[in-house]
């Protein structure tokens, strides 16, 4: 295995940022700053505030879509990163509409601005690409407001060929959320806070429609500190990395059994990591978390299939020897990775850290051949408790 930064790739340098060499006059570029911005956290817009992305099966685009929220940026803008486009490798897809309401002790703060466009938010893992209907569904989290508004949770879906936004139903639950997409089911799943949910993006019948929300079971879940949703579709299972619990599994084939979380051995850090990053491809869940030299990250695999339930071995999570290129971790570790680790593309996969603007992205190339082109789909206090 082997880590390396894509040269340009900083995002602070980009030229979607006003002002830099190759930017287009404003409005058509993100400010340093917004007025009424709250905050003005800048990193927010690919995920600083607890935030995350999702990976365009199709393009092999990464789309961060109206990240900011509560109080930390404004601007409900799309930004996608295109890992093969050097040196231009960031691209502004929206800009951010100005009907938000300044930041101030008072003011009408709502989960959309004016008539179409949704709100930023801290989007935790509400945030899922669905190739059924090649949109990304955005589920709502904490919409930009000074007390940190969570509800209505009103699902937008987001048409990176239209450049639009369309308002669809409201999901269930609160701000906590993690997704995943099961490719053999051809539908999204959802772990909240009070249970488990799959969601049929072709019920919604061109409009809201809640009855595309279907409950598979309640079970309460700990915090949202989580990773998002793993999924073996062909062996109809899913995994998530729940902070200080550890790995977890649900069996599609086994509702009855709930959430399970299996017996772990080997470099067992990642089960105390943040929102890490997890997918599910070649047969084995990888991870990205902490390394074992601070202030660092590095990838972890296991082979789950057959292991962690009563009479099987443990799963054995196993971490890479020690890579001087592992990116930097910075503030990222506080408010998590989530899907911001994606791939295979090209064999190889990417981090993009939203430590804050100035990271290079990293490259990782594994000792394995990863053949599948898999998506992902599946804050303010690292313990903060779902709601």
Same mark, same amino acid.
């Given at each position: 295995? =082997?880590?390396?930064?894509?040269?340009?790739?900083?995002?602070?340098?980009?030229?979607?940022?006003?002002?830099?060499?190759?930017?287009?006059?404003?409005?058509?570029?993100?400010?340093?700053?917004?007025?009424?911005?709250?905050?003005?956290?800048?990193?927010?817009?690919?995920?600083?505030?607890?935030?995350?992305?999702?990976?365009?099966?199709?393009?092999?685009?990464?789309?961060?879509?109206?990240?900011?929220?509560?109080?930390?940026?404004?601007?409900?803008?799309?930004?996608?990163?295109?890992?093969?486009?050097?040196?231009?490798?960031?691209?502004?897809?929206?800009? &951010?509409?100005?009907?938000?309401?300044?930041?101030?002790?008072?003011?009408?703060?709502?989960?959309?601005?004016?008539?179409?466009?949704?709100? =930023?938010?801290?989007?935790?893992?509400?945030?899922?690409?669905?190739?059924?209907?090649?949109?990304?569904?955005?589920?709502?989290?904490?919409?930009?407001?000074?007390?940190?508004?969570?509800?209505?949770?009103?699902?937008?879906?987001?048409?990176?060929?239209?450049?639009?936004?369309?308002?669809?139903?409201? *999901?269930?639950?609160? &701000?906590?959320?993690?997704?995943?997409?099961?490719?053999?089911?051809? *539908?999204?799943?959802? *772990?909240?806070?009070?249970?488990?949910?799959?969601?049929?993006?072709?019920?919604?019948?061109?409009?809201?429609?809640?009855?595309?929300?279907?409950?598979?079971?309640?079970?309460?879940?700990?915090?949202?500190?989580?990773?998002?949703?793993?999924?073996?579709?062909?062996? *109809?299972?899913? &995994?998530?990395?729940?902070?200080?619990?550890?790995?977890?599994? $649900?069996?599609?084939?086994?509702?009855?059994?709930?959430?399970?979380?299996?017996?772990?051995?080997?470099?067992?850090?990642?089960?105390?990591?943040?929102?890490?990053?997890?997918?599910?491809?070649?047969?084995?869940?990888?991870?990205?978390?902490?390394?074992?030299?601070?202030?660092?990250?590095?990838?972890?695999?296991?082979?789950?299939?057959?292991?962690?339930?009563?009479?099987?071995?443990?799963?054995?999570?196993?971490?890479?020897?020690?890579?001087?290129?592992?990116?930097?971790?910075?503030?990222? $570790?506080?408010?998590?990775?989530?899907?911001?680790?994606?791939?295979?593309?090209?064999?190889? &996969?990417?981090?993009?850290?939203?430590?804050?603007?100035?990271?290079?992205?990293?490259?990782?190339?594994?000792?394995?051949?990863?053949?599948?082109?898999?998506?992902?789909?599946?804050?303010?206090?690292?313990?903060?408790?779902?709601?």
């Amino acid at each position: 295995m =082997s880590w390396a930064a894509l040269a340009s790739s900083k995002f602070k340098d980009s030229d979607i940022w006003c002002g830099n060499a190759g930017a287009p006059a404003p409005p058509d570029c993100l400010p340093t700053s917004l007025t009424g911005g709250g905050n003005n956290l800048r990193a927010s817009v690919i995920g600083l505030a607890w935030g995350t992305g999702c990976l365009n099966t199709t393009t092999g685009k990464f789309i961060f879509p109206r990240l900011g929220g509560h109080a930390d940026w404004a601007g409900n803008q799309v930004v996608s990163f295109d890992a093969t486009a050097s040196p231009d490798f960031w691209s502004l897809d929206k800009n &951010y509409s100005t009907a938000y309401t300044p930041m101030a002790p008072t003011g009408s703060f709502l989960y959309k601005y004016g008539t179409n466009d949704p709100a =930023s938010v801290h989007s935790y893992g509400a945030v899922c690409w669905m190739p059924t209907v090649s949109r990304v569904w955005s589920g709502g989290g904490i919409y930009w407001s000074p007390g940190g508004s969570s509800t209505p949770q009103v699902g937008f879906w987001w048409d990176p060929a239209g450049l639009t936004w369309t308002e669809k139903a409201t *999901r269930p639950g609160g &701000y906590g959320c993690v997704t995943g997409w099961d490719s053999v089911g051809s *539908r999204m799943i959802l *772990r909240l806070a009070a249970g488990v949910w799959a969601y049929d993006p072709t019920l919604e019948n061109g409009g809201p429609n809640a009855g595309a929300y279907t409950q598979l079971f309640a079970q309460s879940a700990g915090t949202v500190a989580s990773s998002m949703l793993a999924i073996d579709a062909p062996n *109809r299972k899913t &995994y998530r990395i729940e902070k200080n619990v550890g790995l977890r599994m $649900i069996d599609f084939n086994n509702l009855g059994a709930h959430e399970r979380t299996l017996t772990t051995t080997g470099d067992t850090a990642i089960n105390g990591a943040t929102a890490p990053g997890l997918l599910y491809v070649d047969n084995r869940l990888v991870a990205l978390g902490p390394s074992s030299v601070a202030g660092r990250f590095a990838v972890y695999t296991a082979t789950v299939e057959g292991h962690g339930l009563p009479g099987q071995d443990p799963v054995q999570w196993v971490r890479d020897p020690v890579d001087a290129n592992e990116p930097a971790v910075g503030i990222a $570790i506080h408010n998590g990775i989530w899907a911001n680790f994606f791939g295979p593309i090209g064999g190889k &996969y990417y981090f993009v850290n939203n430590d804050n603007d100035d990271q290079l992205v990293g490259e990782y190339t594994p000792t394995w051949t990863a053949t599948t082109h898999t998506v992902n789909e599946v804050s303010d206090v690292a313990v903060e408790v779902l709601a």
